[in-house]
């Protein structure tokens, strides 16, 4: 399946875009999103070591499992203040 | 674009506002009597930038992007934890969206507790938190 | 008694004065640009006390007595060498004399960096000076 | 000669005056006024080990020498905020 994961401030300018999609296994997790954001777009991996995924507007562990519906976001350390 | 000001008068106020912040109105609580210090904390846009590049560079404004509604959600998770592990008599913490000038204030932070110790271990505790955990990205608008 | 504000726009602003303090306005200086991070703190009058026999104890206001000139003199050296050593952008010290009943603030302190760290360093300091160099005392007068 | 202290807080409330007379060697100094203190004042002890003299609302050194019109604070380590 694909799942469309929201960018923001510097990934976003890296990747060009407000989100990116990637291709995942069915019934995927949190880990397996992340690995295929590294392995499709390379572009954005200067990010992901610090990087968490969301699901539904809260951060989630690497072995949450994403359904379909979900609003997934990619949230680096590089915040407000 | 008129500056915010918010009247605090609950244990925990959080939010994101889409202007520049002013000074909330702290109305005092029945925790009042209790209080021995109240720390408050502005954070103002600074002229001087570090650009890409590594060099100093002079910004008109910085435009905060949030991903919403778990902006807001964060803040509000951050100040009720940081109030419960300091033992804080009262929290707030307001951060802006969008574009605030130079010398304007994007982030307010008020602590009120027993005594000054705690007051700044948590105002301390909760910045350093606000970075990692708070979706909020700025962007500069350089001169 | 009515709570005194004042206008704080010069480097320094420091003064030993008889009543309790108000939110005093901070004007944008032609530092502003440089600015980052204002912190206030304001030492508030706390209901409970610890009495000569090391019981807690309620009381209803705390008197404050001064040895003047000095304690104006002590308070505004202090702050002008927190500035220099802090390199602040400003610094406002302000005390109260006489009585200030519990819940209202007797102390208030405002520093203005360009980052977070070296304001809260220098609130840190400053406090930590002042209680070994102002010549004020408080004298309890319980419940 | 004697010169007059001046006296606060805690220190007051022992001495139960707002100053107290000791009577020092001609041209004194700080630290003999200190030490007169100690001798002539036994009440006032508890404090000395925290506390300056200031000399016309200035702390001065133990060696500075006290003038005979000059306004002598004791000055102790129980501040104020």
Redesign the interface.
């Known amino acids: 399946m694909t799942v469309q994961v929201l960018v923001f401030g510097a990934i976003a300018a890296a990747a060009n875009a407000h989100s990116v999609s990637v291709a995942v296994p069915s019934s995927p997790t949190v880990a397996d999103v992340l690995a295929a954001l590294a392995a499709e777009h390379p572009a954005l991996r200067f990010a992901l070591p610090s990087a968490r995924l969301a699901i539904n507007s809260a951060f989630a562990a690497s072995t949450a499992a994403v359904g379909p519906g979900d609003e997934l976001a990619l949230i680096a350390l590089v915040g407000g203040g | 674009m008129t500056a915010l000001a918010h009247i605090v008068d609950g244990p925990v106020t959080s939010e994101v506002v889409t202007q520049a912040l002013a ?1 909330p109105a702290w109305r ?1 609580g029945r925790e ?17 930038e570090v650009d890409a590049s590594g060099e100093g560079r002079a910004l008109v404004a910085l435009d ?4 919403d ?2 902006a807001d ?1 964060e803040l509000t998770a951050l100040a009720a934890r940081i109030l419960e592990t300091h033992a804080l008599l009262r929290i707030a913490a307001i ?1 802006s969206r969008g574009r605030v000038e ?2 304007a ?3 307010v932070l008020i602590v009120e507790a ?1 005594h ?1 110790a705690e007051a ?1 271990v948590a ?2 505790a909760f ?1 350093d938190a ?10 500069p608008i350089w001169a």
């Open positions: 000074t005092a009042g009597a209790h209080t021995g210090a109240i720390v408050r904390f502005d954070g103002v846009v600074r002229r001087m905060y992007q949030t991903y509604p778990m959600r951060h130079v010398g204030t994007s982030f027993a000054r700044l105002m301390e910045i606000l970075k990692v955990d708070a979706p909020i990205w700025k962007r």
